[in-house]
């Protein structure tokens, strides 16, 4: 009850209205599909510099941190 409570708080004060079906993760309408692809789905993606596969949530600090 607390929790539910909790969340639409949060909600409202984020403006957010996404929530993943599958684990009921509180994210922007904007990341949800890269959310349930990455962590749900498990879809990778090719670094264009070094054609290492890495997970889509983490392709960008992948390329930050190595390259």
Do not use: G
Request: hydrophobic fraction near 30%; aromatic fraction near 2%; glycine fraction near 0%.
């Amino acid at each position: 009850q607390y929790y539910e409570e909790h969340k639409s708080e949060i909600l409202a004060k984020m403006k957010v209205d996404a929530v993943c079906e599958i684990c009921q993760k509180v994210l922007r309408p904007s990341s949800l599909k890269l959310h349930i692809q990455s962590v749900h789905q498990k879809v990778k993606a090719k670094c264009p510099k070094c054609d290492k596969d890495v997970s889509l949530s983490n392709l960008t600090r992948h390329i930050k941190t190595v390259h």
